[in-house]
């Protein structure tokens, strides 16, 4: 099974500051038709997980632009422009190139 | 809004059984592959089971639960279930339903927000 590692594990945050998550996977997520499937989860205390990001850096409907995600082959990594209060959760990547889909093990953001 | 609300969950005996329901609604649920994933204490998350649309003629498990874990739907109403026997004590976690459109390799549009199997004496 692929692999994904986040870190940090622990991410303290400034209201109104960016923040950086990275990931890597054990394997490349290219598939055959090209596309990369690494997407972004937020898990908010109380609240269903929300998927952010699809295929590296595509925002699902309703996600602010403060949200980012870029990346290739291994590398991954979710940019929050300004972390706002509401941002403070747990933040998962995974892939969905090879089956089965695996998960990181979550960064945790919160307020400093 | 697209809502998916899991029950069933509750505290058993290593080697019972529980079913573990996933109540659906807002969107065409018999489009729409579906998932269970679980999240043990302190842990991160992990697939378990993945059924099709449609008939769900296709199933897929995790190697962990695999000849103990049944995943099924009913598209007349609206639910995924997961039939879990021979529990074991490593089974303990927050057990979530998720879903997808089936044929898209795009996966976990939606979640629920879990409910917790304990397997204990």
């Known amino acids: 099974d692929v692999v994904m590692t986040q870190s940090p594990l622990s991410l303290p945050v400034t209201l109104g500051q960016p923040a950086s998550i990275s990931c890597r996977s054990s394997q490349n997520l290219v598939n055959s038709d090209g596309d990369t499937h690494l997407n972004w989860y937020q898990h908010r205390p109380g609240q269903s997980l929300r998927r952010l990001i699809y295929k590296v850096s595509n925002r699902d409907s309703g996600v602010p632009d403060r949200f980012s995600g870029s990346g290739s082959g291994t590398d991954f990594t979710l940019r929050i422009s300004r972390v706002e209060a509401e941002d403070v959760g747990v933040y998962y990547c995974?892939?969905?190139?090879?089956?089965?889909?695996?998960f990181g093990q979550g960064t945790k953001v919160e307020v400093k | 809004d697209v809502q998916l609300l899991e029950s069933g969950g509750g505290l058993v005996q290593p080697g019972g059984s529980l079913r573990l329901s996933c109540v659906t609604s807002g969107f065409t649920f018999s489009s729409y592959a579906m998932t269970w994933a679980r999240q043990a204490p302190g842990k991160g998350l992990e697939w378990v089971s993945s059924?099709?649309?449609?008939?769900?003629?296709?199933?897929y498990y995790a190697d962990s639960v695999k000849g103990r874990f049944t995943i099924s739907r009913d598209n007349s109403k609206n639910t995924l279930y997961l039939q879990m026997n021979s529990l074991r004590v490593d089974d303990t976690a927050v057990y979530f339903c998720a879903n997808w459109v089936e044929g898209s390799k795009i996966l976990f549009d939606y979640w629920g927000q879990g409910t917790l199997v304990t397997a204990s004496s």
């Open positions: 059924i099709s649309g449609g008939s769900g003629d296709r199933t």
């Open positions: 995974m892939q969905g190139t090879h089956w089965p889909p695996t």
